[in-house]
């Protein structure tokens, strides 16, 4: 392709590089980077409906942290709320003591308090911070974590960071509510299932139905819009922040490249649509037309989109409820995917095998389970430092369940793709290998909040 002429959307050019990741965590480069994050009572404005809820500073874009691979991060947490609240920083292979757990790592930082988080930043990728506490992060108390490689190529022209959130605070029943509902069985509202019978996520993709879906804190009526020019390249970081939400992405009149799972390099794959669960990432590079594109987050299985819209010309933008044909294209899962050299864990025999059963507790109240047991009743998975283990999860219900593991990353045992948070289908096993080299208590849990909040949730113990 010529300087100046655009190369077709979506394909990868011969240009391309993969990007190279090794597995070694940085080390400290001597630079610190500061932010204060206060969680307050703050109105989103959603259209002209406004929205009373908890979130840090301005909201989850404003609170958005920026930070080089290598750099120490001193957070200050100031907690101007009613309610003990922690920060959690998804995905990071991080000191145990910081990890935000509450009464696992740290006691929950009391209102009127602050808490002073500091550790240095060990992986490049797209990571994202919320709190831990109950379903506080079904309130707006989350933001994206960018870490940036200054040894990474930088294949394109604008870096955007896209967070998608299902949204009930303040137009809906309150968190609160919704999950007593849930422990007492009820249907009806916001608690009804979302039925698909032909989702790859199974029959009942979410038992949640949601009054409104953000794209960056925005409504579909009035999405943030991205602007560039013909031809330029993008990278979009896609963070699935909602709590109860699979969404199936897709760019309209476009395809993605998708780049990084999880904040890890894989081989880029060129696909129409994505599907993303709770609390994964993925980025894609896309080579942009002329003119006024949406892209479209549709929750699976349900009726309503978040969105936001990329504007490189003229042109009308599209309706807020305006479908891309690409949503009912080629469908990327996981395991589609492959990783990069130089990212897979080294080969070597397993030392443990865990094998842990999901499921829903069979009487009243209504839980949900690792190993027959809720918290704050559990089994730690026991291991010791140097151990390579692999965890076998066994989905013994009828709805998928997005299961992350806090301070480690671990490589999928089917194809080696680096992950956090990886997604059991129902009825499915879905087995991964750790790599036990990060002491510490460690949360395992469900990322569908009320999942979790419900009992799916147990530790890693090193011994
Ligand atoms: Cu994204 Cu245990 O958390
Ligand atoms: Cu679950």
Not at 197 to 218: C, D, I, K, Q, V
Request: hydrophobic share 35%; net charge neutral.
């Amino acid at each position: 392709f010529g300087p100046d002429e655009p190369k077709p959307a979506g394909t990868v050019g011969p240009h391309d590089t993969v990007v190279e990741r090794t597995d070694q965590r940085r080390h400290w480069s001597g630079r610190t980077t500061s932010v204060t994050l206060t969680a307050q009572q703050g109105t989103l404005d959603l259209a002209g409906r406004q929205a009373r809820t908890w979130l840090y500073d301005g909201g989850p874009m404003a609170a958005a942290v920026r930070v080089r691979a290598g750099d120490r991060l001193h957070a200050r947490l100031v907690n101007r709320l009613e309610a003990a609240t922690t920060v959690h920083w998804h995905g990071l292979r991080i000191r145990n003591d910081m990890d935000g757990v509450p009464d696992v790592t740290m006691p929950a930082v009391r209102p009127g308090d602050t808490f002073d988080y500091r550790f240095v930043v060990p992986d490049p990728g797209t990571y994202w911070l919320h709190s831990h506490v109950g379903v506080q992060r079904d309130r707006g108390l989350y933001a994206p974590l960018i870490v940036t490689d200054p040894h990474e190529p930088g294949d394109y022209d604008h870096d955007e960071t896209i967070v998608l959130d299902d949204w009930t605070d303040g137009v809906g029943p309150t968190p609160d509510a919704i999950l007593g509902e849930l422990r007492a069985g009820h249907t009806g509202g916001t608690v009804r299932p979302v039925m698909a019978p032909s989702s790859p996520w199974g029959p009942m993709t979410s038992e949640l139905t949601y009054p409104l879906h953000l794209a960056n804190a925005r409504p579909p009526e009035d999405p943030a819009v991205i602007r560039a020019r013909p031809g330029q390249r993008l990278r979009l970081r896609l963070i699935n922040a909602s709590a109860a939400t699979p969404y199936r992405v897709a760019f309209s009149g476009h395809r993605m490249t998708v780049t990084h799972a999880d904040g890890w390099p894989v081989r880029p794959t060129t696909v129409d649509t994505l599907l993303i669960g709770m609390a994964e990432r993925y980025d894609v590079l896309v080579t942009v037309g002329d003119g006024a594109f949406g892209l479209v987050a549709a929750a699976e299985g349900g009726k309503g989109v978040a969105r936001a819209v990329v504007r490189t010309g003229a042109g009308t933008t599209p309706p807020p409820t305006a479908r891309p044909a690409e949503l009912r294209r080629r469908l990327l899962c996981y395991p589609d995917l492959r990783p990069v050299a130089g990212t897979a864990l080294p080969k070597r025999p397993v030392d443990r095998t865990v094998r842990l059963l999901l499921s829903q507790g069979t009487s009243h109240p209504v839980t949900w389970l690792i190993d027959d047991h809720a918290w704050p009743h559990r089994k730690p998975v026991p291991v010791r430092q140097g151990e390579r283990v692999r965890i076998d999860l066994v989905n013994a219900s009828a709805m998928a369940h997005p299961i992350h593991l806090h301070g480690h990353t671990f490589a999928l045992a089917d194809t080696g793709v680096r992950k956090d948070t990886v997604v059991v289908l129902p009825g499915k096993t879905t087995s991964i290998l750790v790599q036990a080299d990060n002491p510490g208590r460690w949360l395992l849990h469900c990322h569908n909040a009320y999942h979790m909040a419900l009992g799916m949730t147990t530790e890693l113990d090193y011994l």
